[in-house]
């Protein structure tokens, strides 16, 4: 018999003796009245009904009470919980950025959040407000900011789709699928809001200004720049996308401002291609050549009427709003080797601004997402670096790219005009330096 049936029992007797001593259900055995069960039920007492009545219910109840199991669970039957996966689940992140984030205090809040996402935490609720509506529509089974902080992950810390469904406990096709779903979103709702050509005149004047403090030249409003963004490619694409370092790649072409922001960006042509080859393909140089940008502030430099323009290097033309170096090698007269000095101490803003943005996000440093979502992930990490950079965000390590070398290129045939404006302007704005210069 069951043995809580018979702890039962026993203290039913003393819960029975207690009410009714006079009555005892268990006599000895010469007791020949205690023996018939009608002498019990005929008590005048109601002790012993209830007594058999509590008694019947609980034998029932033992009854029909399953035997505990001695078989060994099985291995199937629980679920090995990884401790890596549970610390990045959707609860984790909920408690880290609801109840766990007010109670630190701001710089500890935000470094750590910079440490996990690559931005601070009021960066990272700008994005996520501006994509919720969108990746809301798009019937996402994720909460909308635990999907962001997941790219985000991915993009400042260069982990791979695999690398973060063992962590997320999601298939790598879920997480390619997010991350091109959120990186399309940056590329394309964001992009204009945040990557602008500055043709205000109030920013004009700002940036301009800026960049004659840093080099004495007057109305030059960016820097230009390609870099190689190191890319994963079938054997059948053949040397197309070699760069010059002798990876696959896709190019980076990138304008940047005095403050490291990007206003201009542009990924359309392969590795093997070059810097003057990828900006003739691109919309800005459509739009400058067409006349379609209009920048409304020319001043006057030695009788010529000059608009604002942008330097580069010697691997672009030179061209009337495009100024670059007369000789990469110092080369020129002391008047155009200032020339140069100068504009390269411009054109050195872009080359750290690409810096920069390869070292806060360093999925750019190897990209390990298929070549077709290469450019939309280039251009999402530019403009979340110009988040970055509104925001004031403290500047992490940089990644530079190899000094570059090559010789002037060649001006087609379409742009001689072009050219020889630009040549004009170029040497009115050296002469003009050089006098101003030497005569302080």
């Known amino acids: 018999m069951d043995e809580s049936f018979m702890l039962m029992l026993s203290n039913l007797l003393h819960l029975h003796n207690a009410l009714d001593p006079s009555t005892p259900l268990l006599s000895s055995p010469s007791s020949s009245s205690a023996s018939s069960p009608s002498s019990l039920l005929s008590s005048s007492s109601p002790t012993p009904l209830l007594f058999f009545t509590l008694a019947s219910l609980l034998s029932y109840l033992a009854s029909q009470k399953k035997p505990a199991s001695t078989k060994p669970p099985s291995s199937t039957s629980t679920t090995a919980t990884n401790p890596e996966s549970s610390s990045f689940s959707v609860s984790a992140f909920r408690a880290l950025s609801t109840e766990h984030i007010w109670s630190l205090e701001a710089p500890l809040r935000d470094a750590q959040w910079r440490t996990l996402y ?218 155009q080797n200032l020339f140069d000095g100068m504009l390269m101490k411009g054109r050195s803003v872009v080359v750290d601004a690409i810096a920069l943005l390869k070292g806060r996000w360093k999925i750019l440093q190897d990209l390990n997402v298929g070549l077709h979502h290469a450019p939309q992930t280039i251009v999402a990490c530019c403009v979340l670096h110009n988040l970055c950079q509104i925001a004031r965000e403290p500047e992490p390590e940089t990644w530079k790219d190899p000094d570059e070398g090559g010789v002037p290129v060649r001006v087609l045939e379409n742009e001689k005009s072009f050219h020889y404006f630009g040549d004009s302007l170029r040497q009115a704005l050296t002469e003009d330096l050089h006098q101003r210069l030497s005569s302080r």
Not at 118 to 139: E, M, Q
Not at 188 to 210: C, D, M
Not at 290 to 299: E, P
Request: with cysteine; glycine share 6%.
């Open 118 to 335: 690559g931005l601070s935490y009021p960066v990272f609720t700008t994005v996520v407000d501006k994509l919720k509506p969108h990746i809301t529509a798009s019937n996402l089974s994720l909460p909308s900011d635990y999907a962001v902080s997941m790219v985000l992950s991915r993009l400042a810390h260069g982990f791979s789709a695999k690398t973060l469904a063992s962590r997320y406990s999601l298939e790598p096709y879920l997480i390619s699928k997010i991350t091109n779903m959120v990186t399309r979103l940056l590329a394309t709702k964001l992009y204009p809001e945040f990557i602008k050509i500055p043709v205000s005149r109030r920013r004009l004047i700002e940036t301009t200004k800026a960049f004659e403090e840093l080099t004495s030249l007057p109305n030059m409003c960016g820097a230009i720049d390609g870099s190689p963004i190191k890319v994963k490619c079938g054997d059948n694409e053949g040397n197309v996308y070699k760069c010059r370092y002798g990876y696959s790649s896709v190019l980076l072409q990138v304008v940047a401002d005095h403050k490291k922001m990007f206003w201009d960006v542009c990924v359309k042509a392969p590795g093997g291609s070059d810097d003057a080859s990828h900006l003739r393909e691109s919309l800005l140089y459509n739009r400058l050549v067409s006349g379609d940008v209009v920048w409304d502030k020319v001043i006057d430099v030695r009788g010529h009427h000059v608009r604002p323009y942008i330097v580069g290097d010697w691997c672009y033309p030179l061209l009337s709003f495009l100024m670059t170096p007369f000789s990469p090698n110092g080369s020129g007269t002391p008047a």
